[in-house]
């Protein structure tokens, strides 16, 4: 029996939010018991009780049930695999903290088998500045460039991992653009899996909204981190397709400016990039005034706006650098929010204080 795609997409969406919301809870209950939790009492860190790490968990096992269920997504091989190597190693250091280079040699290793089985590299970036394809000619350069940038995608992801819902948010939005731009490339099994993603992420932020009840840990956001990644090279690197590279860029725009600003101020100060701070985008909002929730909501709607932009870019077929341009502008931006941040307080204070004299 043939279902059409209307319900098809229904029954995923709906199977993958329920077995998700059903999971979680009790994942929580026995993450309790066994001390797999994140404790406050870090300076950076927003909550002041214990959250059970185990929204990734759950949510990778109600994509495998959804999958399992309706679609067999056969030629993924790669993806799933490469899911399976990150939330393994994303649960063991939400469990016992692993050191960096064991979670990059991971991470490594997932993008090597994604290439492997999936046969799918960077072979371009499109046409960024109005100077002809940016084409990557040799496997030798291929390979190393995707695995460069999939580890950019998964890391942003891991790293803006700072407010209750804000992660999952981000993502959620993302994989909807890319849902949207799989439907526009008729690419269906990349359209059921992004719809089964978006799912589970349903479910999952039933209980990380604020306040979470619970924490996607490493697990989560590194396995979403390559779903990401998954998709942004899947849908813009086969031959004739019609997304471009620069709207990838577009949907994932807020974590990447994010993650580049933050690394760039650590190393200019002579810091570990990799090492934790209060500087992301979602601390400045909080330092503004703005709750938690409502800097949540800012991220969210600037993401929704982008992937928007990258979705109307695609239908109208704008040009590669006008799309680039759009994400130029706004890193341009954040670069000017970000390294001024202290002076922008001051006159905010200052203001403040005007005001309530």
Known sequence: MIIPVEIKTALILLTGSAASAAVLPRLAQIALKM???DLPGNRRKMHRTAKPLVGGLGMVMA???TCLLWAPFTNLRGFFSGVVI???VGFLDDYRELGPKVKFLAQILAIGVMMFFSRIFLVTFGDLVSLGPINLGSIWLSAPLTVFCAMGVINS???IDGLDGLAGGVSLVAFAAFAGLAGLENYQELFFLNVALIGVLIGFLRYNWPPARLFMGDAGSLSLGFALAFMAISLTQSQGSVVRPAAALLVLTVPIVDTLIIMSKRLLQG???????????????????LSKKKSVGVILAISVLFS?????????SVPDHYLFASFMFYFAGMVVLSFNIKHLMRIWLRRRLYGKG
Do not use: S
Not at 272 to 284: S, T, V
């Open 35 to 37: 001390g797999l939790v």
């Open 308 to 316: 928007g932009l990258a979705i109307a870019g695609t239908m109208n």
């Open 86 to 88: 990150m939330v393994t």
């Open 157 to 159: 992801i891991n790293m």
């Open 271 to 289: 810091k570990n990039p990799f090492r934790a701070d209060r500087y992301h985008l979602h601390h400045i909002l909080t330092r503004f005034g």
């Open 63 to 65: 994509l495998a049930f």
